[in-house]
Nanobody, 125 residues
């Protein structure tokens, strides 16, 4: 069993930055691929960025590429999502998720085994 505890988030003006963190319990954290998703009101939960297990190959959707950076510190069982140059359309609840038994992240939220509780990111114009 893995528990994901999220921190970070908040209210920021357009152009600002926030650092989201996802801390995991368990000794095998490095063997999980991690995805960050976001869900705006009335919309589906959407994949934003992912990082593979161990060596940490990364992927970003086009809308955040060049602005967001996902990273992992396996020694601290933590994954971060650094969000820069934030836009009002980035406003959403952000979730981290862990996928076991697979090297890579996935766009499909149903393929993840564990989820954080979410953290609100609000970007004002």
């Amino acid at each position: 069993q893995v528990q994901l505890v999220q921190s970070g988030g908040g209210l920021v003006q357009a152009g600002g930055s926030l650092r989201l963190s996802c801390a995991a319990s368990g000794r095998t954290f490095s063997s999980y691929a991690i995805g960050w998703f976001r869900q705006a009101p009335g919309k589906e939960r959407m994949f934003v960025a992912g990082i593979s297990e161990n060596v940490g190959n990364t992927y970003y959707v086009d809308s955040v590429k060049g602005r967001f950076t996902i990273s992992r510190d396996n020694a601290k069982n933590t994954v971060h999502l650094q969000t820069n140059s934030l836009k009002p359309e980035d406003t959403a609840v952000y979730f981290c998720a862990a996928r076991s038994g697979a090297y890579y992240y996935s766009y499909n939220p149903s393929l993840y085994d564990y989820w954080g509780r979410g953290t609100q990111v609000t970007v004002s114009s």
